[in-house]
């Protein structure tokens, strides 16, 4: 079972691994593609928020996505070695990431737009619940391990 739950892990991880790679290496000056199909995103979360009352700081889009990059590498490689810090830096990611880059409620539903929109959102959505089955799992295990049963002696 321990080979099976590693080579798990590692294929579940490898999305967030190469993602986070391909973004470093594209990152370049002006942050790289990532960064425009990042910002006018974020130009429309933003503009929905304050909409409603609330001011946001002011952030350079730039550190956004390198925190981005931080929680979903350092997330996967530390979900690969079992570790629940990984797993917790992955929800982060997700949590944030999930809503604002996969607004598929923008779009109107006969277009293709929405339809991509929608099924990455679905899929963010799976990995999100697969990692919370993973946590599940993990304090599970380790509450079990704790419960000994002591039998009697027979004399």
């Given amino acids: 079972m321990g080979f099976t739950s590693f080579v798990g892990r590692v294929l579940f991880s490898a999305i967030f691994i190469f993602a986070a790679w391909h973004k470093i290496t594209d990152f370049g000056e002006d942050g790289g593609s990532a960064l425009k199909v990042m910002k006018p995103k974020m130009d429309l979360f933003i503009s929905h928020i ?17 925190a981005a990059i931080a929680l979903e590498g350092l997330g996967g490689i530390l979900f690969t070695l079992g570790s629940t810090l990984g797993a917790h830096l992955l929800i982060i990611f997700l949590l944030f990431v999930t809503p604002i880059m996969h607004d598929f409620y923008n779009y109107e539903v006969s277009s293709p737009e929405y339809v991509r929109e929608f099924t990455q959102f679905l899929k963010n959505l799976s990995l999100l619940g697969s990692l919370l089955f993973f946590l599940g799992m993990t304090n599970y295990a380790a509450k079990r391990s704790k419960k000994k049963v002591v039998k009697p002696k027979d004399n």
């Fill in 50 to 66: 304050t909409s409603r009352g609330v001011s946001l700081p002011e952030i350079e889009l730039k550190y956004l996505l390198m």
